[in-house]
């Protein structure tokens, strides 16, 4: 059974910067490309960042593009690294496994972890 679990998230003052993590489990890791993404309160979802299966290709939103770095390692974990938060960078924050980017879904998401960034 895949298990996504993140962590890492919290209350940070704007201009700050905050590490999260997602611990894979229950799928070959190295065979799945991930993603992060991100939903707002009476927002839909957004995509974040996507890091291709070999961790060698990196995708972020504009919104993110300079400030967030997505990386991976050999230990079934998926990061982003997220500096400069800015207020709207608020919202729950999900990782998720073999991601469509384009519409936004996943075979598998983790349960979210809360990203509250004061002004």
């Known amino acids: 059974q895949v298990q996504l679990v993140e962590s890492g998230g919290g209350l940070v003052q704007a201009g700050g910067s905050l590490r999260l993590s997602c611990a894979a489990s229950?799928?070959?890791?190295?065979?799945?490309?991930m993603a992060w993404f991100r939903q707002a309160p009476g927002k839909e979802r957004e995509f974040v960042a996507h890091i291709s299966r070999s961790g060698g290709s990196t995708y972020y939103a504009d919104s993110v593009k300079g400030r967030f770095t997505i990386s991976r390692d050999n230990a079934n974990t998926v990061y982003l690294q997220m500096n400069s938060l800015k207020p709207e960078d608020t919202a729950v924050y999900y990782c998720?496994?073999?991601?469509?980017?384009?519409?936004?879904?996943?075979?598998?998401w983790g349960q979210g972890t809360q990203v509250t960034v004061s002004s």
């Open positions: 229950g799928l070959t890791f190295s065979s799945y490309s």
């Open positions: 998720a496994a073999d991601p469509d980017i384009v519409r936004r879904s996943s075979a598998y």
